[in-house]
């Protein structure tokens, strides 16, 4: 693996890919904007996802929830007490940091924070002597929890307002809709409700690019099933995942499994895909067995019954839940990874190539005349080949220099319009991996693109 994080951050600024966020006032720190050619790929890795979980899977169905919930949800969900981090400052340099983040860099993965209380936290800190990494101090404040919800309020009066929260993950629109959804498809459980969309977390550190942002989308398959089948289905969603990464190309050398050491209280399993990031292994998905856990506190603070009543049997149950969760940015981060690569050519020049499966490739062709007077030819084809999948157009320059930027950005195929193509209708179809050219008549592009495209 060739990328490195600075690499990965300067290739997406040159080409279109991600813009630092507000950049013009100076930025806003962890906030990163798509630009033209991101905003294919990231669409095209949510909709391998979608089709995937949603469209491909049997009995699955989505749904678009709302990102402002009524606050009874969080409570319901335990967010307004617990969703919060343990946080200290260093007293030297006023750096904040993550209490558990300082023990597993300074043990180097060794020791694992989770399974520790906030008093063992503080307590091997100090005897271990960690220091602070931006300084190299020893000296903290104590651990203080601090919530990573952000708060907005609601109302047009200053008297009149309600707290209410920007939602920090997706799921819960999943669960409050568990019985709408059932109903309105007229299906049995076991079923499953899929969603992306936006999440908002007040990160106490984040960073290292797309991978950890205040702001970010989740892309979240929730399967509810009856007690007593969930170890089945927890084992299927573990391997889908996977399945579902080394399907996009990524090398499962790249990939590994990680039980979760310590389980939330409402848990029964909980497992991490984690991906080989330029920063080391770092998760990139969960995969948890909720049990009945949020159901029925969602009865419990609604006053609803959530109980879900067999056709066949009339026996009246609350489903457990298998949660698969992965952020679309962080995915993002990972098939950037995996792409990119530096290849030495025979002539002594090194080339930037982006090997995205063409699935998530921004643009499936290039469309390029040899010239600028076979224009009016290329544009042609172009248009047509644009009602079928996107393509880029691109006549300025020499075709070498034109075939490294689509390699940059990781474009499959360079249809090359020259001469002959105006005698014989043929084009010259160039292949990203290969750089081999084959010559085909234009009027079968369309077909032989979209055979190579699909996910
Ligand atoms: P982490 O341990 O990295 O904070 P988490 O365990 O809190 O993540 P979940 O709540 O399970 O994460 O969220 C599901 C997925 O959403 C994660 O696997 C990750 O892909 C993505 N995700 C979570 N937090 C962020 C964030 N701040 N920025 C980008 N993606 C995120």
Redesign the pocket.
Known sequence: MKATMDKLVNLCKGRGIIYPGSEIYGGMGNTWDYGPVGVEIKNNIKRAWWKRFVQESDNSYGVDAAILMNSRVWEASGHTTSFSDPKMDCKFCKTRHRADNLIEAHSKGKVNPDTMTNEEMEAYIREHHVTCPKCGKSDFTPIRTFNLMFETSRGVTEEGQNVVYLR??TAQGEFVNFLNVQRTTRTKVPFGIGQIGK?F?N?IT?GNF?????????M?HQWFCKKGTDGEWYDYYKKAAWDFLVDLGFDPSHLRYKDHDKLAHYAKAAC?IQYLFPIGW?????I?NRTDYDLSRHSEFSGKNMEYADPVTGEKYIPYVI?Y???????MLAALTEAYDEELLDNGETRIVMHFSPAIAAYKAAVLPLQKNLGERARAIYRRLAKSFMCTYDEAGSIGKRYRRQDEIGTPYCVTVDFDTEKDGTVTVRDRDSMQQIRIDADKLEEYISDKIRF
Do not use: M, V
């Open positions: 920090p993950e999440a977390r990160e984040p797309i991978f950890r942002t205040i702001e970010f989308e989740q979240e991490d770092s998760e990139l998905n969960g948890h949660e969760s992965i952020g679309a940015d962080r995915l």
